[in-house]
């Protein structure tokens, strides 16, 4: 009984090695046949790849032209219109800078002009001219003050000064013992914006004599 018992075990087990040997090489060759499925995919996708493009009929070709034609024609129009509108602009910019770009200098100039209203109607009753030349005097200082601290007017102009054309216009001259020519009066007092001339000074200038 035991003999038999061995021996259809053995058998069981050769069956099995059997079945493990038959069953491996099917496995193989379905890894072989997806391997080459896989190989045919690529080489088609690949031939797809190097397949050249079809060429556009001249209907096509010419649609598409007409299409980049437009587009480009509206980059233009709108390129024209954010110009035109830039143009506009700076022109408006400009004008209200010449309207208004004194406000700020005519502002501060409201309190001198109040001032001097003020002085006028204390002259009315004034006995003193003395404290009417005084107000006067005030006004000016303040108002010089302001000129120059606030804009950097700056006035020049005093005899004895070398003579400039640059900065005098000699309305007359005479001749006297000098050096060189320089300022025998200031008639009118010369200014400057920064380093500007607005303003020559009105002088007579004496030279040396000959």
């Known amino acids: 009984m035991k003999h038999e018992k ?4 053995e058998e069981k ?8 040997a038959e069953q491996a090489p099917e496995k193989t060759e379905g890894g072989e046949a997806q391997s080459a499925e896989s190989s045919e995919n690529a080489a088609s996708a690949e031939a797809k790849e190097a397949e050249p493009a079809k060429e556009k009929t001249p209907e096509e070709r010419i649609a598409e032209l ?25 022109m408006q910019e400009k004008q209200d800078a010449f309207d208004y770009g004194n406000a700020n200098l005519l502002k501060d100039l409201l309190d ?19 404290s009417i030349a005084d107000g006067i ?17 700056v006035a020049f102009g005093k005899e ?21 020519e320089e300022l025998a009066a200031v008639y ?10 607005i303003r020559h000074a009105k002088v007579m200038v004496v030279k040396p004599a000959e």
């Open 160 to 180: 004895g000064d070398a003579f400039d054309p640059d900065l005098h216009e000699a309305i007359g001259m005479q001749e006297g013992k000098v050096k060189k």
């Open 137 to 153: 005097k005030m006004i000016n200082k303040s108002l010089v003050s302001m000129l120059e601290n606030k804009y950097n007017r």
């Open 188 to 197: 009118l007092k010369g200014y400057k914006l920064k380093d500007k001339v």
């Open 112 to 130: 001198s002009l109040d001032n001097f209203d003020r002085t006028l109607d204390a002259a009315k009753d004034a006995k003193d001219a003395k």
């Open 6 to 9: 061995h021996e259809q075990t």
């Open 66 to 90: 007409e299409k980049e034609n437009a587009d480009l024609k509206d980059q233009l129009l709108r390129r024209a219109a954010d110009f035109d509108n830039y143009r506009k602009r700076m």
């Open 13 to 20: 087990v050769n069956e099995s090695e059997q079945n493990t």
